[in-house]
């Protein structure tokens, strides 16, 4: 199984950036996806999740109408749109797939990617 994640950078504050996790070794149509970040000092934190199908998105307070969570399973990809980046959104984001996934709940993930690095600068 394997999870990448991809289009992290840098950028300013107010900009905008989107991220890929593409998915191998999985059924990924069953899977719910989420995404969470790390930052710097911090416990990783919950940022938004997708049902199977799409149906349904969960986002975190912090993100919710600047971030969008997309997934094609016909090409086993989920991606985030993140607009009016902030420097707090400064982290490692990462990609996350569990059969039984419950939203925000991390432990209830069963595999991760790598990891990509978002810096903001203000």
């Known amino acids: 199984v394997q999870l990448q994640a991809s289009g992290g950078g840098l950028v300013q504050a107010g900009d905008s950036l989107r991220l890929s996790c593409a998915a191998s070794?999985?059924?990924?149509?069953?899977?719910?996806m989420g995404w969470f970040r790390q930052a710097p000092g911090k416990e990783r934190e919950f940022v938004a999740a997708i049902s199977w199908s799409g149906g349904w998105s969960y986002y975190a307070d912090s993100v919710k109408g600047r971030f969008t969570i997309s997934r094609n399973n016909a090409k086993n990809t989920m991606d985030l749109q993140m607009n009016s980046l902030k420097s707090e959104d400064t982290a490692v984001y990462y990609c996350?797939?569990?059969?039984?996934?419950?939203?925000?709940?991390?432990?209830?993930?069963?595999?991760w990617g790598q990891g990509t690095q978002v810096t903001v600068s203000s």
């Open positions: 996350a797939a569990g059969r039984t996934a419950g939203g925000p709940k991390s432990g209830s993930y069963d595999y």
């Open positions: 070794g999985i059924a990924f149509s069953t899977y719910v």
